[in-house]
């Protein structure tokens, strides 16, 4: 393939100031080979939609395999928070042409420095990763389709690769207020630039106007009358000639004019133009670069992606309130915390973060919860101060954010975290329970065994003592005074020979 890179100084890429030296290619779908062979899908699918007119189509789910990429020692990986927002705003861009996009899976397991930074070098290993029935996203630190030239520094910020057909982006562009990912995302779809043609020498001043029948990529010069705008740029009709392959610093081109001496006004809102510079809201895909990317979902080659599946479209429009440890109080043991909150409607998943910072930058645990609203962490350290919060999100809904904090402490104690395999269930009724009354716990033990009840305060102090008790095998009932208890929250524990088992009892006032 060609060279990507593009040499002129150019200070942009979503509000982010580049050194004014670097090169830069919004992705590194530059022309040349891979251009070549998406060019050919667009033809073949522009036939199709002449000879086959689109009559309906409803909402389609599309399956998305995010790969969250860390280096070899397992930094730098992009965190899943992003991930979240980046699909969230990724529907909101694809919501008029009814194609929407769900969480297959985020594998945020892959520490790899060939993915991480030169994918070049790590097609072989992607490709045993890759998802065979997902789109397939790599969030990387480097987006590298080919080798670098000696001397040049690059940064694309996201490429497709249409022999290998998975979509890479650089993980700071994996942002609600950046247009790269739907843009790669139109290119999977078969779209080329709206500069197609202008992608590795933009049009410049040495160029000159009026600009060459040819453009040097090779492909026809559009112009801006529309007389030949379907053999010529882009190949697409409701998307003006567009000669910016570089980047503009406005959202107002007017600059190059059309081999006929016409200066051209290139529609700079278009997703799959470079102009960076106009308002987020207002960028769009085109009426035919919608129907061009319906023909390629719909193509046989994509079959992988189409199904009747339909994700839990439940919107998610309670927040969850984080129930312990809350309020600094601290666990019966730092080795073993679980955490705890309200489970609401319509998350399948929530994402729990812990770290010693309110800014959750030190040294952030994210930890994926799935199915229960509760989660126990072996990891943290003694006696430290930390903060942790929610984000509940299921595989499409995903734009609901975060809890505030709560806070808790450690303290130096080790508990035993091995659960009683002899006990099947235990529970507590009633709970919550008023203050004045007793507390029935129900076991069921497929043997017998000693153990002993003591109900902890959330600050980790020893509230009642119900002392050592024999549970029978089968069915076991215990009465426990909870009388002149403060209201609140606390922790029973049931500490047996093999381990400890905890409930959470709230007493009500
Ligand atoms: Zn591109």
């Known amino acids: 393939m060609k060279k990507l890179m593009v040499a002129a100084i150019l200070l942009f ?3 982010m100031a580049l050194h004014a030296q670097t090169n830069h290619s919004r992705c590194g779908n530059s022309g040349g080979e891979w251009q070549d062979i998406i060019t050919e899908r ?3 699918n522009k036939q199709t939609l002449a000879d086959n007119p689109v009559q309906f189509r409803s909402t389609v789910y599309v399956p998305v395999r995010f790969h969250l990429v860390a280096n070899t020692a397992g930094q730098g990986r992009v965190e899943h928070w992003r991930v979240l927002e980046q699909l969230c705003r990724l529907n909101q861009d694809f919501a008029d042409m009814d194609m929407q996009f769900y969480i297959k899976g985020m594998n945020d397991n892959i520490n790899n420095n060939a993915i991480y930074s030169t994918q070049y070098t790590a097609g072989t290993v992607m490709n045993l990763l890759r998802d065979p029935t997902a789109l397939n996203v790599w969030i990387v630190d480097l987006a590298t389709p080919v080798a670098p030239t000696p001397g040049e520094t690059t940064i694309v910020l996201g490429y497709y690769n249409p022999q290998r057909d998975w979509v890479v982006i650089r993980r700071s562009e994996v942002r609600a207020n950046s247009v790269t990912l739907p843009h790669e995302f139109g290119h999977f779809f078969d779209l080329a630039h709206t500069h197609n043609g202008w992608d590795a020498t933009p049009w410049s001043p040495s160029i000159g106007n ?3 029948i040819i453009s040097p990529g090779g492909v026809p010069t559009e112009r801006q009358n529309g007389s030949n705008c379907d053999t010529a740029g882009d190949y697409i009709c409701d998307t003006p000639p ?3 392959g570089l980047g503009y610093p406005t959202c107002n081109y007017n600059i190059a004019q ?4 016409v200066f051209i006004n290139p529609d700079e809102k278009l997703f799959m133009s470079y102009f960076d510079f106009c308002p987020r809201d207002e960028y769009y895909f085109s009426p035919t670069q919608v129907d061009l990317m319906w023909a390629d979902y719909n193509h046989s080659s994509r079959n992988y992606l189409r199904s009747t599946f339909v994700p839990n479209l439940t919107e998610i ?5 984080l129930t312990y440890p809350v309020g600094g109080a601290i666990p019966p043991g730092y080795n073993a915390v679980n955490f705890q909150w309200t489970a609401v409607a319509g998350a399948d998943f929530y994402l729990l973060e812990i770290d010693r910072a309110a800014s959750y930058t030190i040294n952030p645990l994210r930890i994926i919860v799935s199915g229960t609203n509760n989660h126990t962490v072996t990891t943290l350290e003694p006696n430290r101060s930390y903060f942790w919060r929610i984000r509940p999100y299921n595989a499409y809904r995903t734009c609901a954010t975060f809890t505030q904090s709560g806070t808790f402490q450690t303290n130096n104690t080790i508990v035993n975290t091995t659960d009683i395999t002899d006990l099947n269930e235990w529970s507590i009724a009633p709970n919550p329970v008023y203050a004045q009354g007793s507390i ?3 076991l069921q033990a497929s043997r017998g065994f000693e153990g002993v009840f ?5 600050a980790g102090q020893v509230a009642r003592q119900y002392g050592k008790q024999r549970i029978n095998t089968g069915a076991t009932s215990f009465d426990f005074n909870v009388e002149a208890l403060q209201p609140g929250i606390y922790m029973l524990t049931l500490d047996h020979e093999e381990g400890r088992e905890v409930r959470r009892v709230v007493v009500a006032r």
């Open 210 to 212: 009026p600009a060459p």
């Open 13 to 15: 890429c979503g509000g």
């Open 317 to 321: 429009t309670e927040t969850p309130v």
């Open 440 to 442: 029935q716990i129900n």
């Open 242 to 244: 567009d000669y910016n």
């Open 258 to 261: 059309d081999p006929t001496g």
């Open 454 to 458: 003591t109900l902890y305060n959330t």
């Open 42 to 44: 667009l033809l073949r």
